[in-house]
């Protein structure tokens, strides 16, 4: 169980799902927890990117790119 999971869960259930288009991106598969399913389920496109090595990075980009989103937040930290 990760402890993000366990902190974000609700706060994804806020969002307006007729005015907003919510986009979840992970770095790893679901690790099954009741935490991430909940997430899960709050999002309306929900993407597991490739690993960050071996271009994943740039194919990262790509998706998010493709996506054409107006807001971004990044909640691990790979912002460099």
Known sequence: RHPLAFL???VFDFHHPHRF???LY???ESDGSPEV????QAAN????LPPASNKG???WAETILKDDLDILIDLCGYTG
């Not at 399913?37 to 899960?40: K, Y």
């Not at 496109?45 to 597991?48: D, E, I, L, S």
């Open 8 to 10: 974000m869960q609700h």
């Open 21 to 23: 288009e919510l986009y």
């Open 26 to 28: 992970s770095t790893e």
């Open 37 to 40: 399913e909940r997430i899960r």
């Open 45 to 48: 496109h929900w993407t597991v």
């Open 57 to 59: 990075q740039e194919t």
